[in-house]
């Protein structure tokens, strides 16, 4: 049976869910630490991310990746949720109104 026959082929339709953006921080088993931007359907919860088993790794982008000292600044980073430790949102941060 063929990939195609199997529903994995070219033709298998994409998940066009619209999302939301939220930034992240995300602990993994090596010890890499991992803020960035992550997507989210809409009107969920940053920990649902975990909870979606449609999905195997977590999408982040406009990301720092922390390992052992060295931080590396990328555009794109898919995260294996098997190896994911913690995740927490990170708070939007205000603008102080100025007196």
């Known amino acids: 049976m063929s990939l195609q ?3 994995l082929g070219p033709y298998k339709p994409l998940d066009r869910t619209e999302r939301e953006t939220r930034q992240a921080h ?3 088993s ?7 931007t992550v997507y989210l359907v809409r009107g969920t919860r940053t920990i ?4 979606r088993n449609t999905e195997a790794f977590i999408a982040m982008t406009n990301a720092s990746v922390s390992y052992r000292g060295d931080i590396e600044d990328v555009g794109f980073v898919a995260i294996n949720k098997e190896h994911v430790v913690m995740i927490t949102e990170i708070p939007i ?3 102080e109104e100025e007196e």
């Open 5 to 7: 026959q199997r529903g």
């Open 26 to 28: 995300i602990w993994t």
């Open 30 to 36: 090596i010890g890499a630490e991992v803020r960035g």
């Open 93 to 95: 941060e205000e603008p």
């Open 48 to 51: 649902d991310l975990m909870e």
